[in-house]
């Protein structure tokens, strides 16, 4: 099973304009992490927030999260057509790194 | 840097053939584990391990086996493939603390006839 599920499943938008994704979840968790991935590619890891953390910032990437809610968001600011991924959330937890994922949220950021 | 280097990137098997997918990583980190993604899905863990010697069970490990004989490689079996194993491999890697991002190979793309 599949601890997040992810929200909208995808996304269209054009260049420039902001995308924001959800993420919920249904266990006690240690920390929750966003990866994209590229067309035919690998996870590439874009930011960890831990569970005693609100909010966090990386360059064009904020990410919130609200334990109380089991929730996650991710807003990526001034898109660009290289943003075109699917992005994921993972949860992780106390014990060791194993990580689960959601099912993903497609983007297109159109020129 | 080379990371973690997934071999092959295709396969084709036929049912109840046999194959080892190979994972090597050059950072010296400790925890290695195998993911499979299925299409439209987010990614199920088969197996893992924390160190050489020392591996586990995920939540889909039916049908593979993993060794950890060293610190760099952490090979995937399948004993005798089936199409329902028909899926996108991911080997990924990182520190033992779970509170350190992991870093993916590239994927094998595994189609069984």
């Known amino acids: 099973s599949q601890q997040g599920e992810e929200d909208p499943q995808a996304l269209s938008i054009q260049e420039g304009e902001n995308a924001t994704m959800n993420c919920s979840y249904k266990t006690s968790i240690n920390n929750l992490q966003w990866y994209r991935q590229n067309s035919g590619r690998g996870l590439v890891h874009l930011i960890l927030i831990r569970s005693n953390e609100r909010e966090k910032h990386s360059g064009r990437l904020r990410v919130t999260l609200d334990t109380s809610k089991k929730s996650s968001s991710l807003l990526i600011t001034a898109s660009r057509a290289a943003d075109t991924a699917s992005y994921f959330c993972?949860?992780?937890?106390?014990?060791?790194?194993?990580?689960?994922f959601g099912g993903g949220t497609r983007v297109l950021v159109k020129p | 840097n080379a990371g973690v280097t997934q071999t092959p990137k295709f396969q084709v098997l036929k049912t109840g053939q046999s194959m080892t997918l190979q994972c090597a990583q050059d950072m010296n980190h400790e925890y290695m584990s195998w993911y499979r993604q299925d299409p439209g899905m987010g990614l199920r863990l088969i197996h893992y391990?924390?160190?050489?010697?020392?591996?586990d069970q995920g939540e889909v490990p039916n049908g593979y086996n993993v060794s950890r004989s060293t610190t760099e490689d952490f090979p995937l079996r399948l004993l005798s493939a089936a199409p329902s194993q028909t899926s996108v491999y991911f080997c990924?890697?990182?520190?033992?603390?779970?509170?350190?991002?992991?870093?993916f190979g590239d994927g094998t793309r595994l189609s069984i006839l």
């Open positions: 993972a949860t992780g937890f106390l014990a060791g790194n194993k990580l689960t």
């Open positions: 990924a890697s990182g520190w033992a603390d779970s509170n350190q991002p992991q870093h």
């Open positions: 391990s924390v160190g050489a010697g020392i591996t």
